[in-house]
C-alpha cells in the first residue's frame, strides 16, 4: 500500500491523502478539498483515482468531490448516515464495510461518532496497519464536537476503538495541529518529556513532510490517550475543583476536551 500525503497550505491546515495500490495504480482520495494537487499529484505518478472517500460531511473534507469525480469517473463513499449531507454519494458504509482498491489494498470502515455523528475512519489490513482518522483523531489531540458531534460519543470512541488498535498503527489525520496540540499535552502534564522533546521537533517542520506517528507515540503524548496519568489528573482537579479524587477516565476526557475548546 502506497500512502501520499498532500498537505494543502490553507487555513484549515488541511491533509488529504492518496492511497494507492502498488500493482494496478489505482487510488482512493481522502477528503479530497484541494482538488487541484489530488489530481495533479495523481497524474504525475500514473496513478488512477477510482474512489473518493470522505471521513465525514464537512466542507472542508468533502468541497473537492465534485471536481476530482468529474475528471475521474470515481465512486464516492461515506457514512452510511451522511447521504442528505454529502451529495451524489454512490455507496453508504456501515461498521465493518471493506473496501477494496486495485488488487492489493483493503480498507475497514469504522462507524467513529463524536466529530460528527456521521464520521468513520479507515483501517487498513496490512502488514503496517494505518488508520486515516479525518477529524477523530489528531496528532496529539482529538477533534473537537461544535458541528453536530458529541463529545461522549467521541469519548466512546476513543475508547472502544481507537486505543484498542495495535500500537504499530499509522496515524494519517485530516489536519495538521500538532504543535498546537502537543502545547495543550504540556499546559496538562508539564513534565511530560515525550510531547517536550516532539515539540521541539515538530516546531519547524515541513507539512510537506509531515511526521507521521502511531498510536504507541500518541500513547506517549496525546493528552485524550492519557487519562490515567497522575499529573494529567491532578491538575484537571485543580482545573475543576468539584471532581472527586480519582475521576474516571470518561470524565478525564470530557473535561479535557471542555478545556481544549477554550484554550
Not at 498537505?7 to 489505482?26: H, K, M, Q, S
Not at 478539498?33 to 499529484?41: G, I, R, S, V
Not at 475497514?108 to 468513520?120: K, N, Y
Request: charged residues 20%.
Amino acid at each position: 500500500m502506497l500512502v501520499e500525503q498532500i498537505w494543502t497550505g490553507n487555513a484549515y491546515r488541511n491533509f488529504n491523502y492518496l492511497i494507492v495500490c502498488p500493482e494496478t495504480g489505482d487510488a482512493m482520495a481522502v477528503d479530497p478539498l484541494d482538488h487541484k494537487k489530488c489530481l495533479a499529484t495523481a497524474k504525475d505518478k500514473g496513478w488512477q483515482i477510482t474512489h473518493v472517500i470522505n471521513t465525514h460531511e464537512h466542507f472542508d473534507h468533502i468541497g473537492g468531490n465534485e471536481a476530482v469525480i468529474a475528471a475521474t469517473g470515481a465512486q464516492l463513499l461515506a457514512h452510511v448516515n451522511a447521504k442528505t449531507a454529502i451529495p451524489a454519494m454512490d455507496r453508504g458504509l456501515n461498521a465493518g464495510d471493506l473496501i477494496e482498491i486495485g488488487k492489493t489494498i483493503e480498507l475497514e470502515a469504522l462507524d467513529t461518532p463524536g466529530h460528527t455523528m456521521s464520521h468513520i475512519c479507515l483501517r487498513s489490513h496490512s502488514e503496517i496497519p494505518a488508520l486515516f482518522s479525518g477529524d477523530t483523531l489528531f496528532n496529539a489531540g482529538a477533534g473537537n464536537c461544535h458541528n453536530g458531534g458529541h463529545p461522549a460519543e467521541l469519548y466512546n470512541t476513543f475508547a472502544t476503538q481507537l486505543a484498542t488498535l495495535p500500537d504499530s498503527t499509522l496515524i494519517y489525520p485530516g489536519h495538521d495541529y500538532m504543535q498546537n496540540n502537543l502545547e495543550f499535552t504540556l499546559d496538562r502534564e508539564p513534565n511530560n518529556d515525550k510531547a517536550k522533546k516532539l515539540l521541539e521537533d515538530v516546531m519547524e517542520q515541513d507539512p510537506d513532510s509531515a511526521l507521521v506517528s502511531t498510536l504507541a507515540m500518541e500513547k506517549e503524548i496525546n493528552a485524550f490517550l492519557r487519562l490515567n496519568s497522575p499529573e494529567v489528573i491532578t491538575r484537571l482537579c485543580e482545573s475543576f475543583p468539584d471532581l472527586p479524587d480519582n475521576p474516571d477516565p470518561k470524565t478525564v476526557f470530557l473535561k479535557l476536551r471542555e478545556l481544549r475548546n477554550d484554550w
